[in-house]
T-cell receptor, first 111, second 116 residues
Framework: SQQGEEDPQALSIQEGENATMNCSYKTSINNLQWYRQNSGRGLVHLILIRSNEREKHSGRLRVTLDTSKKSSSLLITASRAADTASYFCLSGSGGYQKVTFGTGTKLQVIP | GAVVSQHPSRVICKSGTSVKIECRSLDFQATTMFWYRQFPKQSLMLMAT?????????EQGVEKDKFLINHASLTLSTLTVTSAHPEDSSFYICSAPDRGIDSPLHFGNGTRLTVT
């Protein structure tokens, strides 16, 4: 299985604050991906970090990967109300035979 | 960027009827597509993997005769919910990788199915 488990399940912060969410996985991976889902919509790919990378940035997003702990974190800096969504991680291990998602982190950014 | 177009976005149907949901990859070829259903406030549950030119692979507990999947071309996969019942009401989403294994997934915007 390539299921990731996100933590916390829910997070509520004020606009302008940083939001950190974590992901743990079980098997060895080639990469780890983060997605966002706005309510009632499909998922949008945010960022992909490869197993030989430790940190990656994209705009206000910062992703870290610790393969020894089988965990990743997603940091959203200077959050905005528009960042309100559910966030999911997906670990890629060389195939899509079992592409499953965890329960996600539901982020609420209060204006 | 790569886009997956999913239609319809919402559909209401009566019990016993069938509903077809389409997913098209607009600017890339999708040899594989994934179909999910999502209940309110829950994660996506993988239903099946659709492969162009071959039979779909269904997850355990998903009735293949109930949820018919056809992937007849490199840009189109369809999910037909046959003899729909109220318990089939859910949010159905498709996705596809655009560059093969381990590339990012591109998702349709989902279909909200309500069976009355």
């Amino acid at each position: 299985s390539q299921q990731g488990e996100e933590d916390p399940q829910a997070l509520s912060i004020q606009e302008g604050e940083n939001a950190t969410m974590n992901c743990s996985y079980k098997t060895s991976i080639n990469n780890l991906q983060w997605y966002r889902q706005n309510s009632g919509r499909g998922l949008v790919h945010l960022i992909l970090i490869r197993s030989n990378e430790r940190e990656k940035h994209s705009g206000r997003l910062r992703v870290t990967l610790d393969t020894s702990k089988k965990s990743s974190s997603l940091l959203i800096t200077a959050s905005r109300a528009a960042d309100t969504a559910s966030y999911f991680c997906l670990s890629g291990s060389g195939g899509y035979q079992k592409v499953t998602f965890g329960t996600g982190t539901k982020l609420q950014v209060i204006p | 960027g790569a886009v997956v177009s999913q239609h319809p976005s919402r559909v209401i149907c009566k019990s016993g009827t069938s509903v077809k949901i389409e997913c098209r990859s607009l600017d890339f070829q999708a040899t594989t597509m994934f179909w999910y259903r999502q209940f309110p406030k829950q994660s996506l549950m993988l239903m099946a993997t659709s492969n162009e030119g071959s039979k779909a692979t269904y997850e355990q507990g998903v009735e293949k005769d109930k949820f018919l999947i056809n992937h007849a071309s490199l840009t189109l996969s369809t999910l037909t919910v046959t003899s729909a019942h109220p318990e089939d009401s859910s949010f159905y989403i498709c996705s596809a990788p655009d560059r093969g294994i381990d590339s990012p997934l591109h998702f349709g915007n989902g279909t909200r199915l309500t069976v009355t």
